[in-house]
């Protein structure tokens, strides 16, 4: 007596697979929703009509989204960007997310920026300070890959020196606030000033605003 054997169907490969959860950073800006993609692709994307649309970072932006992404929102995101990265963009609160799109479109500047995280208030405000009106990630990329930390320095304005890195790593909270940049950049090309912050290990905020009001009368 024959056995009749029955074969299994076959699953296809498709149904097998199992999907990445997408994980996003989304917020609010005068009643425009907007996104960050899951890392790598850190895409800021505005949503018009049904579709979500590329757009240019800025200022406005980038506060709106600092305040509105929470502690959870931030976690759940961070679970899924590699640990080097992850550990860096930690350092900060407010000025994590404009961190989180410098090292995803300049990733050869991570190291530099480990070691002096407060590079990245300038780089996330370099189109405030070089006065053109948009962030260039290619450039910011393309400047490190042919000079270093120096280079950008210079790029961004700043004393292109190793007492400028020591300076800006006295800085005890790498988040500068936005309205320091400009008098502390100033401050660092005046020998005298420099003098004092270099024996400033531990500069905080309130500090900092200080010796910008007191060096610049």
Known sequence: MKTRTTRAKAIPRSASRVSAPVIELSWSHFGISYRVGTWPDVVLERLIGDRWEPVAI???????????LDTPAWRRYLDFVPAGERMFLEKFRFGRL????????CPGMLADLDETPALVSFLAAHDELRGTGELRWDEVAAVHERGGVFAVLEWLGLPASRQTLAILRNLVDPDVPRRLLEPLRALLWRPEATMVLERSPELTDRQLARYCHALAA
Do not use: H, M, P
């Open 58 to 68: 800025s200022e406005g932006l980038l506060a709106s989204g600092s305040v509105q």
């Open 98 to 105: 404009g961190a989180l799109l410098i090292v995803a479109n």
